[in-house]
């Protein structure tokens, strides 16, 4: 019986299946505890294939980490626009941050991988760095545009208020991790900050 070749896809596509797998092995494993080799066989593919299209095994982690927040943003700002009180902009971010992973965030999961890693490795920090920088800038015009509709009061510092929005993204993985918080105590912190933002009840 002949095994029928494994599909070629074009490079674009590979590329996607590949991170798409990767976010998958790190997210379940860590960015330390995996290899290139098991990210390629789980993507059905032979290590030198992977290496076609990412350099190392922490290009690859980039890519995984920059492939999730566009997902994610993709899915706040569907959130938003579906969202009529802008009261509940952050609350509904929140929820559908929560939603991709099913059980876990997986874009703080592999934060918290990352900033484990940074500090010995130069290129990590610089990258996260931006990367951080970019999702705190989305969540600070969000804080703006809510204030703008009324849903944020004015004297609220956006900037300020998107870094404890980032942390507290952070938090929640760390907590769960090492049994310091569970579901309960992170959806109190979150309505009170929501309800320090609105002035009010949300």
């Given at each position: 019986m002949t095994v029928p070749a494994?599909?070629?896809?074009?490079?674009?596509?590979?590329?996607?299946?590949?991170?798409?797998?990767?976010?998958?092995?790190?997210?379940?494993?860590?960015?330390?505890?995996c290899t290139t080799a098991e990210i390629a066989r789980a993507a059905g593919v032979s290590e030198p294939i992977l290496y076609r299209h990412f350099e190392s095994k922490r290009d690859l982690y980039l890519a995984a980490i920059d492939h999730v927040w566009q997902e994610v943003r993709r899915k706040w700002e569907a959130a938003i626009a579906e969202e009529p009180d802008p009261r509940r902009w952050l609350a509904v971010c929140a929820d559908s941050y929560l939603a991709i992973g099913r059980d876990k965030a997986v874009l703080a999961e592999l934060w918290v991988q990352a900033l484990a890693e940074a500090n010995a490795d130069p290129g990590l920090r610089k990258h996260l760095r931006r990367h951080m920088k970019e999702v705190h800038g989305f969540l600070a015009d969000v804080i703006r545009r809510s204030q703008a509709?009324?849903?944020?009061?004015?004297?609220r510092d956006p900037v300020a208020e998107a870094w404890i929005f980032l942390s507290g993204g952070v938090l929640g993985p760390i907590g769960r991790r090492i049994g310091l918080l569970n579901d309960e105590d992170v959806a109190r912190i979150r309505a009170a900050r929501m309800e320090w933002l609105a002035g009010r009840q949300p």
């Open positions: 494994p599909t070629r896809l074009p490079a674009a596509e590979r590329r996607r299946a590949l991170i798409e797998t990767a976010v998958r092995v790190f997210s379940s494993s860590s960015y330390r505890g509709a009324g849903g944020v009061l004015s004297e």
